[in-house]
């Protein structure tokens, strides 16, 4: 079965930095593509970042490009969602998922089956 666990989430102010973990378990994790996806309140989720399984591929979305960096360690089953330089609107609720699909497919058109887990929530104060 497959198990996802999201975390790393807190309260930051403008400018400050945060680093996400999702670590797996209950499958081949560097046969899958991970990626990061959040959700505000109100609004739809959205794809924020997308590694391959070997790690060697990645997808950032447009309006976090330069701001964030995703990277693996297998060895641990766990993604890492680096970010900086947050601001309030990047206050969400941040999850994590898995398919066998590339990174840009992953972040762009995430399967509606694969999110599972409670996420980790980021708030930005300003």
């Known amino acids: 079965e497959v198990q996802l666990q999201a975390s790393g989430g807190g309260l930051v102010q403008a400018g400050e930095s945060l680093r996400l973990s999702c670590t797996a378990s209950?499958?081949?994790?560097?046969?899958?593509?991970v990626g990061w996806f959040r959700q505000a309140p109100g609004k739809e989720r959205e794809g924020v970042s997308c590694?391959?399984?070997?790690?060697?591929?990645?997808f950032y979305r447009d309006s976090m490009k330069g701001r964030v960096t995703i990277s693996r360690d297998n060895a641990k089953k766990t993604v890492y969602l680096h970010m900086k330089s947050l601001q309030p609107e990047d206050t969400a609720v941040y999850y994590c998922a898995v398919d066998q699909i590339t990174p840009a497919t992953l972040c762009a058109l995430p399967p509606a089956d694969i999110f599972r887990g409670q996420g980790t929530q980021v708030t930005v104060s300003s």
């Open positions: 590694i391959s399984g070997s790690g060697g591929s990645t």
């Open positions: 209950g499958f081949t994790f560097e046969d899958y593509t």
